[in-house]
């Protein structure tokens, strides 16, 4: 693997901000359900501590992070990750904490936020609106 690009990923850490789910501790691994290998080894997910970040804007999205001192997310370290947020997604208010998380974990970790680029009134279906084409250039 020589990169990973990640169009509004699944998130934030540690929860389903949009879309309810029947498990009451989503992504109970930080950034997934399932196992994820941290280091130092974790066996279950009890073992990730976490604490709350308080909102830093308007929105009123606050999100977790691993208490310190954080576990680093070893397998995915040497692989740089791009995590592109358009404007009118629904993603907007929470991309940054999974960025931040990555970061946190050790992970070589970009957040472009379409509009920070000139590319404006996006959803979170970017690939499929007119303006689509100059989305891929930019990725």
Do not use: C
């Not at 073992?47 to 009123?60: A, N, T």
């Not at 992070?65 to 404007?87: F, H």
């Not at 920070?116 to 009134?121: K, S, T």
């Amino acid at each position: 693997v020589v990169a990973i690009v990640s169009l509004e990923p699944s998130g934030p850490p540690f929860a389903n901000a949009i879309f309810p789910t029947s498990s009451s501790h989503p992504r109970q691994y930080g950034i997934t359900d399932i196992p994820i290998t941290y280091s130092p080894p974790i066996t279950s997910p009890d073992q990730l501590s976490k604490e709350l970040v308080p909102s830093e804007s308007d929105l009123g999205f606050s999100w977790f992070r691993q208490a310190s001192p954080p576990r680093q997310l070893i397998n995915l370290k040497r692989i740089p990750v791009l995590i592109v947020t358009s404007e009118a997604s629904y993603h907007a208010v929470y991309d940054h904490a999974t960025a931040a998380y990555l970061s946190q974990a050790g992970v070589q970790v970009k957040h472009v936020k379409l509009a920070d680029v000139g590319i404006h009134g996006n959803g979170h279906m970017m690939f499929l609106e007119k303006n689509s084409d100059r989305i891929a250039e930019e990725v």
